[in-house]
């Protein structure tokens, strides 16, 4: 079974922190993907990566970056936490694009 | 305008009930439509998927697309306690254009069975 783990399940933060979310998958998967999930908004991509060293924009990565130096670690930074950045963060893994692999998420609250 | 429109519930039925979860779209574009099912304080896991317009069945699980009206659903037969969850549609252009290889999901509906 594919496993994606994300290394927190629950974080408090103060704004202006900068934070960091892991991810690591170990299925060698090619496609690494970072979402939030908000009540009534329901996923939104912020980055994705296709390979090692690579990233696209999503559709909400402002005050957001990531890393990916291995193939099995994807990184979702917030440089400097706001409250507006309070939610379940999902990170996901692919080996085609459109059949995703979700970790258990991270509750971040930033306060 | 979302791309995708799902009505977010909640939704409570009794079990044994047949379940229908509904989504429209209005992008044309997208060419493979899926279903996710998301329990409590976890991540969605991939139920069903679909490339072409009709029926697909799995077990007590039907998922349908009519590409024509840019509306799929999915229907859960003889509904169980255990299907209580949150679905989630969602769906992807695999060739070209802005929205390609990004999958969009839509806002998830709240699906409770009870005894």
């Known amino acids: 079974d594919v496993k994606v783990t994300q290394s927190s399940r629950y974080l408090v933060k103060r704004t202006g922190e900068k934070v960091f979310l892991e991810c690591v998958q170990d299925m060698d998967h090619e496609n690494m993907f970072w979402y939030r999930q908000d009540p009534g908004l329901g996923l939104r991509l912020i980055y994705f990566?296709?390979?090692?060293?690579?990233?696209e924009k999503g559709d909400i990565p402002e005050g957001y970056s990531v890393s990916r130096e291995k193939k099995e670690r994807f990184s979702l930074i917030l440089e400097s936490a706001s409250t507006n950045q309070t939610s379940m963060y999902l990170c996901a893994s692919s080996l085609q694009r459109e059949k995703l692999f979700f970790g258990s998420g991270t509750q971040l609250s930033v306060l | 305008q979302k791309e995708v429109e799902q009505d977010p519930g909640p939704l409570s039925v009794p079990e044994g009930a047949i379940v229908s979860l509904n989504c429209t779209y209005s992008n044309s574009a997208f060419q493979y439509f899926m279903w996710y099912r998301q329990y409590s304080r976890k991540g969605p896991e991939l139920l069903m998927y679909t490339y072409s317009s009709g029926n697909k069945e799995d077990g007590r699980f039907t998922a349908q697309v009519d590409k024509s009206s840019k509306y799929i659903s999915l229907f859960i037969r003889d509904s169980q306690p255990s299907d209580s969850a949150t679905y989630l549609c969602?769906?992807?252009?695999?060739?070209?254009?802005?929205?390609?290889?990004?999958?969009?999901f839509g806002q998830g509906t709240i699906l409770t069975v009870h005894p």
């Open positions: 969602a769906m992807i252009v695999l060739a070209g254009g802005t929205s390609y290889g990004k999958l969009t």
């Open positions: 990566s296709y390979d090692v060293k690579m990233k």
